[in-house]
């Protein structure tokens, strides 16, 4: 009897979205993606992660209108430093502290203690405090609040 799908089992599960009508894997399917560092593209939630680090770094900093362009551009390397240290974090926490042989992972956690170096040095120049917005002068404020 020759083997077909149906003998060997191959067609048998449902397709799911990252699999063709045949089974087979489509290109950039996740399904067996281990960490996600060799990828060409940035996995949506990790893309998310920065995203949603930059707007929350620049409303604390008073506001993307409030902003000069090279702080602008420190926030934006702050949010990827924090997407990068997410996927290593995250890729140490999935294959472990050290590889099939036992050895400590030595150059991941240098990757990652750099990183966090260089987070906490961007941290530094944009500073930690929140920053108020900038606001009329009482004159202006109460002709505007209250018409007057």
Request: charged fraction near 25%; hydrophobic fraction near 40%; aromatic fraction near 4%.
């Amino acid at each position: 009897m020759a083997d077909t799908a149906e003998n060997i089992g191959v067609g048998a599960s449902t397709p799911t979205p990252q699999q063709g009508e045949d089974g087979r894997l489509l290109p950039g399917h996740t399904l067996t993606l281990q960490h996600g560092l060799d990828a060409e593209r940035v996995a949506p939630p990790y893309a998310a992660l920065q995203a949603e680090i930059l707007a929350k770094s620049i409303e604390d900093d008073g506001g993307a209108a409030e902003i000069p362009a090279r702080r602008l551009a420190q926030h934006e390397y702050r949010a990827l430093l924090h997407r990068k240290i997410a996927q290593l974090s995250d890729a140490l926490d999935a294959r472990g502290m050290t590889d099939k042989s036992g050895k400590l992972r030595v150059a991941w956690l240098q990757r990652l203690e750099g990183l966090v170096a260089s987070a906490i040095r961007i941290d530094t120049l944009l500073g930690l405090e929140r920053r108020a917005r900038k606001t009329n002068e009482l004159a202006a404020y109460t002709q505007e609040k209250y018409g007057r």
